[in-house]
């Protein structure tokens, strides 16, 4: 079990790189400017999935009811940012979210800008040769956390 000093360092990190998330989206575009903090959650996992996802998963990633993400899809569907589909992979029944060729651009300058950003705010640190290899693990960590969540 990590101690208390991981702990609270991982809560500053999130807190901060949700900073630097917020301003790389007010940098971006107008139309991700208005987004709320949901539908730009949402928009991630949908962006962070390139063969799409199911709707039901979705909902389950994001810790969200079905009725609540289908409307934080929708306005995401409004602003052109993702499309769905139903029946796209396995199962036929199954609604799918994908972002469209608009909102894969708009994803990958926000990505492009949050890491400009990120770069900047660590320029000063001094980061030991492992560092990247950590942060990969407890990346791996969290994700894994979450998708033990999702079932």
């Known amino acids: ?15 901060y790189s949700g900073a630097i998330t917020t301003r790389a989206l007010a940098e971006v575009h107008p139309e991700v400017r208005e987004l709320s903090v949901s539908q730009y959650r949402m928009f991630a996992l949908v962006a962070s999935a390139p063969d799409g996802i199911r709707m ?5 990633l994001a810790s969200t ?12 569907e409004a602003k ?7 029946g796209a992979l396995a ?7 994908r972002t469209t060729a608009a909102g894969a651009r708009v994803w990958d300058e926000i990505s492009s800008r949050r890491q400009e950003l990120l770069s900047d705010a660590l320029e000063g640190a001094s980061l030991g040769s492992g560092a990247a290899s950590t942060l990969d693990e407890v990346a791996r960590a969290l994700e894994a956390a979450v998708r033990r969540g999702q079932r």
Do not use: H, K, Y
């Open 56 to 60: 039901l998963d979705l909902a389950q």
């Open 1 to 15: 079990m990590p101690d208390d000093e991981v702990i609270r360092s991982l809560e500053r990190i999130t807190i």
């Open 91 to 97: 199962d036929r029944r199954a609604v799918v979210a």
């Open 65 to 76: 009811r079905p009725q609540a993400t289908t409307r934080l899809v929708q306005r995401l």
């Open 80 to 86: 052109g940012l993702v499309w769905t589909e139903r």
